[in-house]
């Protein structure tokens, strides 16, 4: 079992910074990473990942060049590093852990992960 709690949304005009960070508890040894954030009428969508082991990561187009994830050193925590922000990056992010193994490939699913926060709010006024 994992528990993931999410921190650090909030309100930021466009073009500011937030930094979201998900503590895990549990199980966390060997469980990739991944943020993935949900807009009102939407689809909940990926946004980034990370291997367990914090040695590969992917970005969702919409993230690349403007968020990076990151993780502890301990393994039981990720961030990402939200910069440039949107309007259209206002959602409810959410923290999301699965067991994929030794892997290279980050998982985009969110039908493969196991275990998800609650979820914070970030919104990105214009």
């Known amino acids: 079992q994992v528990q993931l709690v999410e921190s650090g949304g909030g309100l930021v005009e466009a073009g500011g910074s937030l930094r979201l960070s998900c503590a895990a508890s549990?199980?966390?040894?060997?469980?990739?990473m991944g943020w993935f954030r949900q807009a009102p009428g939407k689809e909940r969508e990926f946004v980034a990942g990370?291997?367990?082991?914090?040695?590969?990561?992917y970005y969702a187009d919409s993230a690349k060049g403007r968020f990076t994830i990151s993780r502890g050193n301990a393994g039981n925590t990720v961030d990402l590093q939200m910069k440039q922000l949107k309007p259209e990056d206002t959602a409810v992010y959410y923290c999301?852990?699965?067991?994929?193994?030794?892997?290279?490939?980050?998982?985009?699913?969110?039908?493969?992960?196991?275990?998800w926060g609650q979820g914070t709010q970030v919104t990105v006024s214009s």
């Open positions: 990370i291997t367990w082991h914090g040695g590969y990561s």
């Open positions: 549990g199980r966390t040894f060997s469980s990739s």
């Open positions: 999301a852990a699965g067991y994929f193994g030794d892997t290279e490939v980050v998982v985009t699913s969110l039908s493969k992960y196991d275990y």
